[in-house]
């Protein structure tokens, strides 16, 4: 590996077709004949369908097909984008139909219809009437837990849709000989991805009479699979293809649309439906993140040793499980590869409720677990009078550490140094001394310093299947095909793919051609783009083909050359001999041969399945500047700095945009954005970009980042997850900051202006009290 | 109520008959299929659909097809001149300010517009000119960086080289 095209910043294969405006997404295709879909969604957020008329919708002029439970299957299936469990105990809940008769938000899907133009479809969907009987809308868990509540889904008998947890060591005897006992209870607001382009797919019945769905999702192959089951056919008569995807973030690893557009392209004979969301639609209509409330109870020594912790969680998962409780499963898993507790008791509980559904959102779980986490051990450390960095410092695991649940080891932690470097970057101790002084003197705007730290799995092993795959064929100019199943949707995965191949095969980037389009009739099984675990589990499965590539153009040239393989090597497009690197012939040469050859005619392909059975543990962390208005509640980004330990960085252009990107968007979890309901009909407040509180690039601070390369032996390149990972911290180590610019601790996020001013005038910091309000 | 529009697309002289209530964006995408534009709100919340017409940066979802009439309008497909890509384009693929790409046509047009007044920006200047796009992916940083780099060099006058 001596080419150096790992580790490069090199520039994004799809990048050109981009800045043209030639990459085609969804929406961008137009068939002839292209019909129209929309659904009819709920206004309330808890009622019975009584009775739903659609004579005058169907009598329109324009109007195709009219949908609603009454026609369309009504089997039961699960959205979650996970591989199928061959244990039915073990597999997603199972809660959801295609139109429902029964509406558990505002926004369920009620009716559908199909239609030649989206002006004809708006009018039919005013004219179906629907009686609803209303019930008790459940809008908090704290309603939906209540004895006697009305049940969200009747069939399942609880509103609890899990409530599994683990626990390590004997807590109890652990918590009644420790020094101290610490406790905090801590809350985050539900969010959304906001990917720029809004959910879109269409679908076909093509001349084989099987069902084509074109769609923006990041799990094709998954896709399939849920389709099957919703519609009750073979899966093989599925065909899902993904082109270009305008942003995911965890929304489309969920099944959202593609079961009732291929309903609304069956009930029109196989005509093409485009099914496009509004951004409206989008916001309330696919996923959220999970709103958790988590009580922290911890045990520590008299040296600030971390003994044992219980978390306590109510997670708020809305009117349907989709990923439910593996979402608080997955959160609750990873802390315990950071800190080193001799118990800990894991309780969490995932509830419905009458709001929108919540879902993957990258990290899955662990913002909200550090965010409490990260923020309780800043309470410990004032009350023990430690820096918070020392109390860290004191109990991060290293590597050896065994999950004592699973036995999955960390095998490369670069943790320290992550924090050692971040504290550089802020010049923590200086700041530290000179703030507190400074803040001491009265203004009322405040300086802060804060940190947090995670750690993060790379991929779902061992409590999910991990397996993908990669195809490569040799082109007759010695260039390569590349497919996988993998899924580019924004974050880079098609160029750092690239990058490998080259790299192991010896070849330039530019003769790989990476075939980006997933098409499951196509494409090799590849479970898709989640779980930080592509570079790591599809990149293994393509340094497996890769090699195998490389091993049958040697064997080949040997063949020809009568020179013995062992001896030859590639570098840069040529087969030469290792030890005096002299030129034998070029790989195009072998590949034209390997397809003409009279006698020898072979053409060379490698086709790898890559079943992971590791998960590596990635590790960084938040080192934050604020300065905090008193009077305002605002809460300015001074500086900021994300460290990361993910192994070796294959493209460090590409992984400083990830780490961009996943700030950015903890800066709108720890400050602005929330998505709000009116607390007694459970309708929208701010679905939409501008009054949800998107950052926008003014409210966007400098981004400062930097990445201990650690080599992790299982990854494919040393490399461990990175997508992911860097929205974790940030939330709690501004909360941090804020904490220690004013000695006000806000336990909730977003920390809006006003919850800020409200924290800040019940600690008595306002001078005058009631008199002074903001601005 | 069908209008009939005369303009120039892209350097192309156009003429259609449209409804009197279709915005541009649909009469860009839905007729002239030219889908680089993109729609990510419809409300002009979030700047994918921005066009240029007649040289200044436009939200084309809130502006109807019918006063398009006699304009001359510029979308991404529209800035490489003989396969050759503008300096903005160039300047986003070598900054990584490109990532899932849904809203980068916006913002290379609003970056085009910029750059054809022909001088250069403080980094405030640039973000208040980007302050009507949204993107989810880049963190706006090295968007910063690739419009920054594509007013480099530029002097009072000197025009852009998007038109």
């Known amino acids: 590996m001596a080419s150096g095209i790992i580790g ?28 129209v879909g929309k659904i009819l969604r709920s206004p309330y957020a808890h009622a019975r369908v009584i009775n739903i008329e659609t004579s005058e919708a169907e009598a329109l002029p324009g109007v195709e097909a009219v949908l609603t439970h009454e026609n369309v299957p009504g089997n039961i299936y699960a959205t979650a984008g996970h591989p199928h469990s061959l244990d039915p105990e073990r597999g997603d809940v199972a809660d959801k139909t295609i139109l429902t008769s029964k509406a558990r938000f505002v926004g369920d899907e009620i009716a559908a219809v199909v239609a030649v133009d989206e002006i004809t479809a708006a009018r039919a969907l005013k004219l179906i009437k629907v009686e609803y009987e209303m019930l008790e809308a ?56 906001c990917a720029l382009e809004n959910h879109v ?29 919703a519609l009750g056919l073979p899966w093989g008569r599925i065909r899902i293809i993904k082109p270009y995807v305008g942003g995911g973030f965890g929304g489309k690893q969920d099944v959202c649309l593609e079961p009732l557009n291929a ?6 004979g196989g005509r093409p439906v485009k099914l496009e969301l509004t951004r409206e639609e989008y916001m309330i209509g696919t996923r959220t993140r999970h709103s958790v409330k988590l009580k922290l109870k911890t045990a520590v020594s008299n040296e600030g040793k971390l003994l044992a912790i219980q978390v306590d969680a109510v997670s708020n998962t809305g009117a349907y499980a989709s990923h439910g409780h593996s979402v608080m499963l997955a959160g609750g898993s990873k802390f315990k590869y950071l800190y080193n507790f001799d118990a800990i008791r894991y309780m969490p509980r995932t509830v419905y409720t009458n709001l929108p559904v919540a879902g993957a959102m990258r990290a899955y779980g662990s913002p909200q677990i550090a965010f409490a986490l990260e923020s309780h051990l800043d309470n410990i450390a004032v009350k ?37 470097r971040g504290k550089e970057l802020i010049d923590w101790d200086k700041k530290r001394q000179s703030f507190k002084e400074k803040n001491e003197r009265g203004s009322h705007k405040k300086r802060g310093l804060g940190m947090a730290c995670f750690s993060y799995g790379t991929g779902t092993y061992p409590a999910g299947l991990e397996v993908a795959g990669a195809r490569i064929i040799l082109n007759q100019d010695g260039s390569v095909q590349l497919q996988i199943g993998a899924t580019e949707i924004g974050q880079g995965s098609d160029t750092v793919f690239a990058q490998m191949a080259a790299e192991t095969m010896g070849i330039p980037m530019g003769m790989v051609n990476v075939v980006s389009t997933q098409d499951t009739d196509i494409s090799p099984f590849d479970t898709g783009s989640y779980a930080s675990r592509q570079t790591y589990i599809t990149g293994m499965a393509i340094r497996k083909a890769a090699g195998e590539v490389k091993n049958k153009i040697l064997e080949f040239a040997r063949r020809i050359s009568d020179l013995p393989a062992d001896c030859l090597e590639i570098a840069d497009a040529n087969i030469i001999l290792k030890d005096s690197g002299s030129i034998i012939m070029p790989v195009a040469a072998v590949a034209l041969q390997s397809y003409y050859d009279r006698q020898n005619s072979e053409p060379i392909t490698a086709d790898i399945s890559n079943n992971a059975r590791v998960n590596a543990i990635s590790f960084g962390t938040t080192f934050v500047e604020v300065e905090v208005d008193i009077k305002t509640g605002q809460i300015e980004i001074i500086e900021i700095f994300n460290v990361h330990d993910s192994g070796k960085i294959i493209n460090r252009q590409l992984a400083e945009g990830q780490v961009h990107g996943a700030v950015s968007m903890a800066l709108g979890y720890a400050l602005s954005e929330e998505l709000l309901f009116d607390n007694k009909t459970g309708k929208p407040l701010n679905n939409n970009l501008l009054d949800y509180k998107l950052p926008t690039i003014l409210d966007t601070p400098v981004i400062g980042l930097d990445f201990i390369e650690t080599f992790e032996p299982t990854g494919p390149y ?45 600690a008595g910091l306002l001078e005058g009290g009631d008199q002074v309000v903001p601005d | 109520m069908i209008k009939k529009i005369n303009f120039t697309v892209n350097g192309k002289k156009r003429e259609l008959e449209i409804n009197a209530g279709e915005t541009l964006l649909e009469i860009i995408r839905k007729r002239l299929h030219l889908t680089g534009t993109k729609e990510g709100c419809g409300v002009g919340e979030c700047g994918a659909c921005t066009v240029l017409i007649d040289g200044t940066a436009i939200n084309s979802c809130l502006y109807l097809g019918v006063w ?39 913002f290379v ?18 973000k208040e000119e980007l302050a009507g796009h949204f993107c989810r992916c880049t963190g706006y940083q090295n968007i910063i960086k690739a419009v920054k780099k594509s007013l480099e060099n530029e002097t009072a006058g000197t025009g852009g080289d998007h038109t």
Do not use: W
Request: glycine residues 8%.
């Open chain 1, 263 to 268: 309903a609304m392209t069956m009930a029109v």
């Open chain 1, 201 to 229: 797919s269409y679908a076909y019945i093509d001349e084989d009479e099987r069902i084509v769905i074109v769609s923006s999702t990041q799990i094709p192959h998954i896709a399939r699979r849920i389709v099957g089951q």
């Open chain 1, 138 to 193: 459940l809008l908090s868990t704290e309603a939906a837990l209540r004895e006697g509540a009305p049940l969200v889904h009747d069939e399942r008998g609880s509103n609890i849709a899990g409530s599994a947890g683990y626990h390590v060591g004997d807590i109890d005897s652990v918590m009644q000989q420790a020094d101290f006992i610490f406790s905090d209870e801590f809350e985050t607001g539900i969010v959304q991805h």
């Open chain 1, 718 to 762: 040393g490399n461990k997850a990175l997508g992911e990972p860097p929205t974790i911290s940030p939330a709690p180590a501004i909360r941090n900051a804020v904490f220690d610019a004013t000695g006000v601790a806000i336990n909730r996020i977003p920390i809006r202006p006003q919850l800020a001013f409200e924290k800040f005038k019940a």
């Open chain 1, 384 to 420: 023990l009078d430690i820096d918070p960095v020392e109390l860290r410092l004191k109990n991060f695991n290293r590597v050896g550490y065994k999950d004592p649940n699973t036995g999955n080891q960390i095998l490369s932690c670069g943790v320290r140094e992550c924090v050692e």
């Open chain 1, 8 to 35: 490069a910043s090199l520039p994004r294969l799809d990048a050109m077709a981009k800045v043209t405006g030639k990459a085609k997404y969804t929406g961008d295709y137009f068939l002839a004949d292209m019909l």
């Open chain 2, 68 to 106: 398009a009439d006699g304009r001359e309008i510029v979308t991404v497909e529209g800035l490489a001149k003989d396969g050759e890509l503008s300096k903005v384009q160039k300047a986003f693929i070598s900054e990584g300010a490109v990532q899932c790409g849904f809203c980068t046509p916006g």
């Open chain 2, 109 to 126: 047009i609003t970056a085009s517009a910029l750059q054809s007044r022909g001088h250069s920006l403080t980094d405030i200047e640039v």
